[in-house]
C-alpha cells in the first residue's frame, strides 16, 4: 500500500474507532487529522514524512526529547528482565531505586524551606518529604494526596475536617475528586452536582483580578482572601492543594513572587496540609527541579507525574512526610491501612525510563544549561508582547501562555465562536509547529532539550501565526 492510500485507511478508521480526548469529535470528523508516526530530538514526523517542532513537548511532558538514547536503552534492558509486576505485596529494583532519587530531590526543598530553622531534629524528620506512593497519572496521583489528607485526620480522631480548599482557575487531573478541586468552569461546571464540597480561593490571576486589585499595590490582597477563609473553616478544611507558580491549565497564570510562601504560612498557621500539585511545573519545567524551589517552599504532599519518565511512559508519585505516614501505622485488624492502589502502580518500565530521566538531569546539567534558554525566550517574546492582539505573555521558566485579546486597552476576550486560539495553532501547524492553545491563551512549553536555533524558529512561527491570525 503505498503512503497516501494507507493515510487515508488510517484516517477513515480513526474517525470510526476513536474518541479523542478534549475533542468536540463533530469538528474533528472535518478535519484532516496528522497522523503522526515518529519523534528524534524537538521534532515529530507526520506519515507523510513532514517534520513538525514539538512546541508543546507532546502535552507537557517531553524532557530530554524524543528518541533520548540513555531512556530508550534504559527501557530496552528493562523489557529483557520484566517488563511488570505488582507493588501489591511484592517489591522490585526500579520503583526501590527511583524512590530513593525522587526523596532526595524532594528533601532539598525541605533544606531550603523554612522548616529546617526549627532546631528540633525529631521535628524536622517528622516534616521530612520521605515516602514515595506511585501511581500511573496525574489525576491519580491528586486523588491518592486527597484521600490520605483526609484519611490523615480522621485518623488522628479529628473527624471535622471533611473538605478541601481550592483555587480558582485550578486544574488537578479529570477524574472526579481531582475535578471537585478543580476551577475551570467551561471543563467542571457540568459535573457540579457529583463533587464533593470544597471551598475556593481567588486565583492569582494579576492580569484579571477577580478582587478588583492591582498588583502590587494589592500588597497580594489574594492571600488576604485566603486567609479569611482559613480563618473561618479551618476546623472543616482538610487541605489546600494548588499548583504552585503557575496554574497550568487555567491558561499559564503566574503567581506574583512570594504569593506561595504566604500560601505555606498560612497553611501552617491554620493546620491545614499543603498539597502541591507539580504534576506539570516539576522535573525542570519552571527552571528549577521543582517549582516550590523557587520560594524555598517545602509542602506536606506533592504530587508529580508529566515529565517524571522524560515524557514516555504513564507513571506519578505522591511524597508524603514521615508525619503523615506514621498516623496510618498500626496491626491489620486496627483498619488504618491505606486501601488503595492501582494496577500499574510503579510499573517496571516505566520507573527505569524515570531513573534514566533523573540521571541525565545531573550528567547532562539540565537544569543549568537551560537558564540561558529561558533568558532567550524571554527576549523573543518581548516583541511578540507589543502585538495589537496580545494582552499579556506569562512565562515562568519554560512553561509560557501568551493570552490574547479582541480589544487589547479594554481586555475584552475572543468569543468561543471565534476559536482564535485554534485559529494561531493551525497556522502554525502549517508553518511546521505543533502547538495546542487553552481557550485564548497561546501554550508554548517546549521540550528542556530544544536548542537555541530551534527556540528562535518557535517564536518567530509562533508570532507569524499570532500575526496572521489575528491582524487579518
Ligand atoms: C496534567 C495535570 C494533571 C493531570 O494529569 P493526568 O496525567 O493528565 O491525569 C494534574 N495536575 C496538573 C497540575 C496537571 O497539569
Redesign the pocket.
Known sequence: MGIQSLKKQLERQDKKYLWHPFTQMREWAEETPIIITEGHGSFLKDISGRWYLDGVSS??VTVHGHRKKEIDDAIKEQIDKISHSTLLGLTHPPAIKLAEKLIKLAQKLEVRSEKLKTPNSKLQTLNSLNKVFYS???????EIALKMAFQYWQHRGIKSKKSFLSLNN??????IG?VSVGGINIFHKIFSPLLFKTYKAPSPYCYRCELGKKYPSCNMFCLNAMGKIMQKHHKEIVGLII?PIV???GGMIVSPPGYLKGVRKLCSKYNILMIA?????GFGRTGKMFACEHEKVSPDIL?L??GITGGYL?L?ATITTERIYNVFLGRYRDLKTFFHGHTYTGNQLACAAAIANLEIFKKENTLKKLQKKIEFLKKGLSKTAEFSHVGDVRQKGFMIGIELVKDKKTKESYSLKEKMGWKVCYKAREKGLIIRPLGNVIVLMPPLSISQQELRRLIQITAEAIREATEH
Open positions: 502535552v507537557w500511573d497519572n496525574g489525576s491519580t496521583a491528586v485550578a486544574y488537578h487531573g479529570d477524574t481531582a499548583e496554574q497550568g491549565a500539585d507539580e504534576v506539570a511545573t504530587c507525574a508529566k504513564p506519578a
